[in-house]
């Protein structure tokens, strides 16, 4: 059965980047639904990438799940099982584990594309029906450094203080490590307008990419050395009399400290460590520091590191310096990567987090959700473990023994996945909720199928602070219910009957007054105000509040008003090349897929346009190594070996390789990544590794694309809901 059409034409959203483009669907010929532009919708304008527009591929029936899976032992099939039975397995195997093991043993696993209610009411169901503080989600893996920077700096995290529509009027903007013309491409036209408009664009990155192409300056420093040249900038600032004494005085504390250590990064000493040659340096910095308004904006790249809230610090220090923060078309943003990676980090989903942005170890924060919650404050546990020593503990004595996990597939994003993937394996229970059969889910006890962007409400936030809202334009199949919906029976099974509804609107609204008081303040934010003024930015306390598109003009959120600068020094990866492992591997992601691939390497003209993994690598280095453009090689590091075929291009440094992490199989780029953690963060190190890199035997490359086939044979056919 196709999924029918509710209305002729209903106004949403893109279920992909962070972006959370207005798009409007119409019911479709081919496929479901069509997508039409959306010209209205400030953010992207009417643009759309080719990711946006094939979403409605992934809304039929050949290409998802249709109903609930069972493995009746280890080992065995998966086989079709009604809504009943499947929801009674994983209420008694969650029981039984806490019973035996204590409510810690029991996890719960997030993602950043969940919408703001299903994050919100995940945080709720493991605190309260299961009482477990092991909550995290993806989203450790995305921006937790920039966030812990931005908090360290500011006093609050909202991944662009500003909108994007104040790019285009800025003087001199500096984007480091981040790729939009790929991620996140309707983004692109802020940057041109900049350009046009008379403002320099200054791209950082290891390779020339589609968005270093459009630069005035492009940095190609070595992986890992975004720290070092930051404070190589700020020492240079400081040396060129351009720091903004006033604003510096007026509006910040710490500078000395942070004017120390950067003095002792001398421009030949960054040269060094960086590969950035000295003119280079002094040429940003007087373009920067000259500039009448600026922004920095950092993505993955500094931000994946066990250093990277240290390197987003420096990088902060540098607005600070020059008087780039707190002023109209100036200031330091992070360009959130998942579609709601900051709504999701928000409201619950995060170890120490309580919704509104609250800390859970404050105990007014928990004594005001509790008193929403209607449980005693100290029946709320307290914080947990970060995610990936989350799934690192999965099946151990002291570890979660019983994991839902939703929105997520780790077998494939996770660092050292390998691993991960071993501990997967090792769980007493492993369920998993997914519109797909994602590589986690093949893994799974349980597996649950759930609704997607197109048949649900719900709220997301994107990169600007911008609360918006999906509308359900299609009925989903008859097999196929929503995760609010499984929270509520779930909770229910286990002995909470009240609290869990199955209406977004209703859950919505229970966060809002969850968030009321909070850092993230969405009290006066409703479903009807969303849709009337295409979206409304946080905080925004009370319904006749305008909303808050510009943070910080008046104040920081900080105790005394003054933004802090962090004073920090370079320090080496957690993993630097050696005689073993002479590379640096870097990875990142293509034009045309998504995350893990587990829904576009399902959308047969995405995998047209990228069909595989594949090892980029500098000529001189090819030569070196005796490997031919489109040859298979084998990339190894001390955790595990990839197999993909070269691309063989000048874009990249010669001492650096770079793969995407979109596939699964002998091509996993996560096979090889370093668990190194950020010691703040709890970021994962994924930016940079050693590695070597050698060729291989042409019939041993095995990097077949997964995921573009229908359900596999291992899996009996689901039935619809009985």
Request: glycine content about 12%; aromatic content about 6%.
């Amino acid at each position: 059965m196709t999924p029918t059409a509710l209305a002729a034409a209903t106004d949403t959203h893109c279920p992909y980047c962070s972006l959370q483009c207005g798009m409007r669907l119409v019911p479709g010929t081919d496929r479901p639904a069509e997508v039409l532009e959306r010209p209205d919708f400030p953010v992207n304008r009417g643009a759309l990438c080719g990711k946006g527009r094939s979403a409605p591929a992934l809304l039929a029936r050949n290409v998802r799940l249709t109903g609930p899976l069972l493995r009746d032992r280890p080992g065995g099939p998966l086989r079709a099982a009604d809504w009943p039975e499947a929801l009674d397995r994983v209420a008694t195997g969650m029981a039984r584990t806490r019973a035996r093991h204590g409510p810690d043993a029991v996890g719960v696993f997030g993602g950043g594309g969940l919408t703001n209610e299903k994050a919100y009411l995940l945080g709720k169901f493991a605190r309260v029906v299961l009482g477990t503080a092991n909550i995290d989600y993806n989203g450790r893996f995305c921006m937790s450094s920039a966030a812990a920077a931005h908090r360290r700096a500011f006093g609050l995290d909202r991944g662009l203080p500003f909108p994007l529509a104040d790019i285009p009027h800025t003087g001199c903007l500096i984007l480091v490590g981040g790729n939009p013309a790929e991620t996140m491409p309707p983004a692109v036209r802020y940057f041109r307008e900049l350009r046009e408009n008379g403002g320099k664009l200054i791209v950082v990155d290891p390779r020339r990419t589609r968005t270093a192409e459009l630069a005035d300056l492009h940095l190609q420093p070595r992986p890992g050395g975004d720290l070092a040249l930051a404070l190589g900038l700020l020492h240079l600032v400081i040396a060129d009399g351009l720091v903004d004494q006033e604003f510096v005085a007026r509006r910040t504390s710490g500078f000395e400290q942070a004017r120390a250590a950067a003095m002792a990064h001398w421009p030949d000493r960054v040269e060094r460590i960086t590969g950035v040659p000295v003119h280079q340096l002094r040429e940003v910095a007087a373009m920067f520091g000259r500039a009448a308004t600026g922004m920095v904006l950092t993505a993955r790249g500094p931000e994946q590191q066990s250093k990277g809230t240290d390197t987003v610090g420096a990088w902060i220090d540098l607005c600070l310096a020059t008087g780039k923060a707190g002023r109209p078309y100036s200031g330091y943003g992070c360009l959130t990567g998942q579609g709601n990676g900051q709504g999701g980090r928000e409201h619950g989903q995060k170890a120490d987090q309580l919704p509104g942005y609250r800390s859970i170890e404050d105990p007014v924060a928990r004594e005001h959700v509790a008193a929403v919650w209607g449980v005693a404050p100290e029946s709320l546990p307290g914080p947990g473990r970060s995610a990936y020593e989350l799934l690192d503990g999965l099946g151990r004595p002291d570890g979660v023994r019983a994991l839902l996990l939703a929105g997520s597939n780790p077998a494939v994003s996770a660092p050292n996945a390998n691993h991960v993937t071993e501990r997967l394996r090792a769980l007493d229970l492993l369920v998993v909720a997914d519109v797909v059969l994602s590589e986690t889910a093949r893994l799974a006890d349980v597996v649950l199928p759930v609704t997607q962007w197109a048949e649900e409400d719900g709220t997301t936030t994107n990169l600007e602070g911008r609360v918006i809202l999906r509308r359900r334009a299609l009925d989903p199949p008859p097999g196929v219910r929503s995760e609010l919906w499984v929270l509520g029976e779930l909770a229910a099974r286990l002995g909470v009957s009240t609290g869990f509804p199955a209406g977004a609107e209703q859950v919505f609204e229970e966060l809002r007054r969850a968030s009321a008081g909070g850092d993230a303040d969405y009290a006066g934010i409703g479903y009807e105000r969303i849709a009337a003024e295409d979206g409304v930015f946080w905080p925004c306390p009370t319904p006749d509040h305008p909303g808050t598109p510009r943070l910080f003009l008046d104040r920081f959120a900080t105790p005394d008003g003054r933004a802090r600068f962090a004073a920090v020094t370079h320090r080496p990866a957690g993993e630097e090349p050696d005689g073993d492992y002479p590379l640096y591997l870097t990875t990142g992601r293509v034009l045309a897929q998504y995350q893990s691939g587990a829904q576009t390497r399902r959308v047969a003209e995405l995998n047209a346009a990228a069909p595989g993994p594949y090892v980029e690598l500098h000529p001189r280095l090819a030569g070196r190594l005796g490997i031919a453009d489109g040859e298979p090689v084998a990339v190894t590091s001390r955790r595990g070996r990839a197999v993909a075929p070269a691309r063989v291009t000048d874009a990249i440094r010669p001492d650096t390789v770079f793969m995407p992490f979109h596939w699964a199989g002998a091509g996993r780029a996560n096979s090889l990544t370093n668990p190194a953690l950020d010691p703040v963060s709890g970021m994962p190190e994924f930016k940079l590794c050693a590695v070597r890199v050698e060729p291989v035997g042409v019939g041993l490359v095995g990097s077949e694309p997964l995921g573009s086939e229908p359900l596999g044979s291992e899996v009996a056919k689901p039935e619809p809901d009985r």
